[in-house]
């Protein structure tokens, strides 16, 4: 009898575990839900429990730029059609050359068909500096020093290789090898810094470290590299012009099972106010007055439409260069249109006895290129880009996107002159009008 009592209990203790899920507490209230998953208790205490993570960045520090404020930002409000900077050096310094090398002279040294490690081993012959490759280098040199200082000859040999050398008097080494690392001292206005680095990035050069308070750049690279930022420099402190674009990206959706009715614009603002209509492959760019601007823009849209704004930004090319602008870089958020890239060609100058922006704009996916337009405008005018449509970035075979919804880039050339001497700037930043278009086309 003792033995069958100690079961039932067993039995009852067990019965009242199970019953835990849901019992009264001693004011007669009920406890919550309690959710049994894989064997463990959840309830709204439990501490939730992830899958193991791959170690890689994650997407929104991988999206981190301190140069998107500066790309994707427009202020409407205070925008300068034209505007004067002075014209700065841009400066590139070779960084880690090491100690100075030994005040040694040269004379009458020949060299043929022998890699810079030979030729040097051979110069250096007989004194305490060694030469180490830090890689294999094996392109081969010949010629010729009659007379001169060790450091030139050294110079001489390793850019006749391609090759870049650093001195370590401590160790008295001599170090080898075919990339290097630069900093170029860049000039105080941002808009020309995006330029350069937009340039930079066209010569696939993806690793610049910018530093935003000094106004510096680091990268490294090999020969190549060096030269064709060399060259970029080069060319853009020759420019007397930049151009520039600021630009309005949005995805507009008729109200109506209509589409957008574009000839309306013509009663809406006038005739004198639509200057040229351009037609692409896909869409039409219009070439228009100031009067025609965003805001202006957007209250003629909305009398027909809901327009959203799915993009912003600038971008600026030196004179004669061409750029791009990346929708989904300055995107409000993942959409159909984040593939959209808008590429810029542009030359400010005489165009038929005419000063003019000679431009042509490019839009492009992915997929290939989907229309382009050759804009001649004056200092002034905006471009609309319109009948885009949204369905042309669909990739699935059906959509809920209604087929009159459509793509609307509004672009606002904008000229920078790059001049010489404080004094002419002041003037500059005076004139107006008329007398402004003259300054611009001295």
């Given amino acids: 009898m003792l033995r069958l009592k100690s079961w039932l209990i067993g039995v009852v203790g067990i019965a009242a575990l199970v019953g835990c899920v849901q019992r009264p507490d001693v004011n007669g209230m009920l406890y919550d839900n309690v959710t049994v998953v894989d064997q463990l208790v959840i309830d709204e205490n439990s ?36 505007s004067v900077v002075p014209a700065e050096k841009v400066e590139i310094v070779r960084l880690g050359v090491g100690d100075a ?35 294999a280098l094996y392109e081969k040199i010949s010629g010729t020093i009659s007379a001169g ?125 639509v200057r040229m209509s351009i037609p692409g492959v896909v869409g039409r760019a219009l070439v228009v007055s100031p009067e025609i601007n965003t805001k202006t823009l957007q209250e003629f849209l909305g009398q027909q439409a809901n327009v959203v704004l799915i993009s912003q930004g600038t971008f600026a090319i030196p004179n004669g260069w061409q750029s791009r602008f990346d929708i989904g870089q300055c995107g409000k958020e993942e959409r159909l249109e984040t593939d959209l890239i808008i590429g810029a060609t542009g030359k400010y100058g005489d165009f038929g006895g005419t000063n003019k922006i000679d431009a042509k704009i490019v839009l492009r996916t992915s997929n290939g290129e989907l229309s382009s337009f050759n804009i001649p405008s004056s200092v002034g005018d905006n471009y609309v880009i319109i009948g885009i449509p949204t369905h042309s970035f669909v990739t699935t075979p059906e959509t809920l996107v209604s087929p009159f919804a459509e793509l609307v880039v509004f672009m606002s050339p904008r000229v920078i002159s790059i001049v010489d001497g404080a004094g002419e700037i002041q003037d500059a930043n005076e004139l107006i009008g008329d007398a402004l278009r003259d300054f611009l086309s001295e």
């Fill in 47 to 82: 501490v939730p429990i992830f899958p193991k993570k791959a170690a890689l960045t994650t997407d929104t520090a991988r999206r981190f730029s301190i140069e998107l404020p500066k790309r994707c930002e427009v202020d409407w409000n205070n925008q300068s059609v034209v």
């Fill in 101 to 135: 090398l030994p005040e040694l002279n040269v004379s009458d040294y020949e060299f043929k068909d022998l890699t810079v490690k030979q030729a040097l081993d051979k110069l250096l012959d007989g004194t305490d500096i060694a030469v180490v490759e830090d890689e």
């Fill in 149 to 273: 200082g060790l450091e030139d000859a050294v110079e001489l040999m390793t850019k006749m290789g391609r090759v870049y050398y650093s001195y370590d008097d401590t160790l008295g080494e001599l170090h080898l090898t075919h990339r290097a690392k630069w900093l170029i001292k860049m000039p105080k206005d941002e808009t020309i810094i995006m330029a350069l680095l937009d340039a930079m990035h066209g010569a696939d050069m993806r690793n610049l470290l910018v530093n935003w308070r000094d106004k510096t750049v680091v990268f490294e690279g090999n020969y190549q590299t060096e030269r064709e930022v060399a060259k970029i420099i080069a060319d853009m402190s020759g420019k007397k012009y930049m151009i520039a674009w600021d630009i309005d990206v949005y995805r507009v959706y008729p109200r109506t099972d209509n589409p957008i009715v574009w000839m309306n614009l013509l009663p809406a603002f006038g005739e004198e106010n």
